[in-house]
């Protein structure tokens, strides 16, 4: 398979268009599987030092919207349609979470992918994504 992005435009690409939060992410693997690091801080816990729920969800949305660029180029109004998320265990105290990236379809106005979320260094889930995206015409 052919990809028009690699790790380092791909982090331009975000750095460039979402300033707000490129610091957060690190892209770690490219290919079939992208992989991408979430950088956990203290603001990214909820109480009891767990990483919190919308930063899990932010990580899958990120990682999948990094997956699909990989592939088509930069497409800044690529946009989530649909997500679904189970959060299985609780993300280790302390850990990175490592988001493991695949898309299943690339059409030509839909994309969908799934995200498994790993607290770094564990073989065990921690949380699991579902989500397709809006392609714009191009």
């Keep these: 398979m052919h990809f028009k992005m690699d790790a380092t435009s791909l982090s331009e690409f975000l750095a460039r268009e979402f300033p707000q939060v490129a610091g957060d992410f690190a ?6 599987e992208l992989v991408v690091r ?4 203290e603001d990214h816990l909820r109480p ?3 990483v919190s729920g919308p930063n899990m969800f932010a990580l899958a949305d990120v990682g999948i919207y990094l997956a699909i660029l990989q ?3 930069p497409v800044a109004l690529a946009v989530t349609t649909n997500a679904s998320m189970d959060f299985m265990r609780k993300p280790e105290a302390g850990r990175d979470l490592i988001a493991r990236v ?3 379809k690339l059409g030509r106005v839909l994309a969908v992918g ?8 564990d073989t065990k889930p921690v949380a699991r994504a579902s ?3 809006s392609i714009p015409p191009q």
């Design 102 to 104: 695949r898309i299943l």
């Design 48 to 50: 009891g030092g767990t």
């Design 114 to 121: 799934d995200v498994l979320i790993f607290s770094e260094g």
């Design 71 to 73: 592939r088509l180029g």
């Design 38 to 41: 979430l950088r956990v801080r």
């Design 131 to 133: 989500m397709t995206y």
């Design 27 to 32: 892209i770690e693997g490219v290919g079939e």
